[in-house]
Each structure stands twice: as C-alpha cells, then as structure tokens.
C-alpha cells in the first residue's frame, strides 16, 4: 500500500543556508500535518493544511513557511538555518472530515536536516 | 487543552515477559488516544488507537490498551516481549477539533534484555 512519502531522506546544510522538504501524502488524503522532532524529544506540531489551505499553526517559526499544492504535496521551506534547526521533520497524512480523527494519522520515515 | 503523560521514560522487561508502558491524559473532550513506535532512525507507526468504540484496543505485533475513562488512562501491554519490540513508543491525543492536531507524551524507551 502506498505511504507518506517525505523527500530527501537526509540533508545537510550549513547555517543560514535554506532547505525545501517535500511530502507527498497518501493517495486521497487531503489533510498533511508538519512536525519537528529534536534530539531525544517528542514530536512537536509544526503546521497542517487542508485542501491547499492553511488549517492550523503550532510552533514553527517565522523562518519557515509551508504550503500544500494542487496534488495535495507539500512543502516546508525553511530559511536562515540555525544549528538548532537540526531535527527530524516529520509529514503526516489523514482524510479530513468528521472520520478523519478516527482514521488515524500516516507518518512518512522522516526528513533528518543536519544544519552545521 | 488536552495533554499526555507517559509516566515511565524508560521500562526494561526480559524476553518472554510481559510489558506494560502507562500513560495519562487530560482532555476536555472526548478524545481519540493512539499509540504510536519508533524504532531507532525509523519513521513513526501506528500500533493501535482508540476512537470511542471498544474500550480495549487490539493493535498490531500483539499489543492492546485500554481506554479508562475514570482513571483519564491509556496503557499499553503485551503479554510476551520480543527483541524486536525494543523501541520508543509514545502515547499521542487527538484535539478532536476541526485541526485534529496531535499531541505527542514525552515517550517511553522500551528495551528487552535477552
């Protein structure tokens, strides 16, 4: 079955450099949601999208920005890297609607940007 | 707010016995709970979640939990630990909002000795 595909793998960038993460969700699912995990921490929410349109902002910094395409892929652009930065970034898709809670959420293996 | 507490941050078990990784949750509605693992530079995947139905849940590689609601509690077991199950496992709420935004525990390192 097809999964939460994240792009690239691994990346590493030197401060004050920028990155692009790319998401591609699951087939029909029209919700992704962004997360930030740092060394040794929990997952922190980032932001979601629903249909092409911001849906909810957690701690992302003014820094990054992201948007969700027509195709429903999505992208976290992230700019002035600061060492800090280096965490694993998690994409995660689920169908939207009142089901949507109930479904469950589909993680991609992750983004690791090393920023040094 | 809704709110997860995973009340052990690391829990060992030998092979061959049971597990038990606990976790609390604060919410003001009804929430959905899931569990998720992480095994070390892997992504995260769901072993099982609870969305107002049974209150046992039956996940995957043989793990359940049940939801009680008096005790606002979540916990996850299995009867017999694999070396394989050694991992990070976290216990996540589900803002049953419009957002659906998830809310993460601090996690529970689980390790099997042989």
């Known amino acids: 079955a097809a999964g939460v595909i994240q792009s690239p793998r691994h990346l590493i960038k030197e401060k004050r450099e920028t990155a692009t993460l790319k998401c591609y969700p699951i087939p029909r699912h029209d919700t992704v949601y962004w997360y930030q995990q740092g060394p040794g921490q929990d997952p922190q929410f980032l932001i979601s999208?629903?249909?092409?349109?911001?849906?909810d902002k957690g701690s992302i910094p003014d820094r990054f920005s992201a948007q969700q395409f027509s195709d429903y892929h999505s992208e976290l652009n992230m700019s002035s890297l600061e060492l800090g930065d280096s965490a694993l970034y998690f994409c995660a898709s689920s169908p939207q609607g009142a089901w949507g809670a109930n479904y469950g959420y589909t993680f991609g293996s992750g983004t690791r940007l090393t920023v040094v | 707010a809704q709110s997860v507490t995973q009340l052990d941050s690391h829990v060992s078990v030998s092979e061959g016995t049971p597990v038990l990784l606990r976790c609390n949750y604060s919410s003001s509605y009804s929430p959905s709970l899931f569990w998720y693992v992480q095994h070390p530079n892997k992504g995260l995947q769901l072993l099982l979640k609870y969305t107002s139905a049974a209150t046992l849940v039956k996940g995957i590689n043989g793990f359940e939990a049940e939801f009680k609601k008096s005790e606002t509690s979540f916990h996850l077991t299995k009867p017999s630990a694999h070396m394989s199950d050694a991992a990070e496992y976290f216990c996540v709420v589900s803002d049953p909002g419009e957002t659906r935004q998830l809310t993460f525990g601090s996690g529970t390192q689980l390790t099997v000795l042989p």
């Open positions: 999208f629903y249909e092409k349109m911001q849906s």
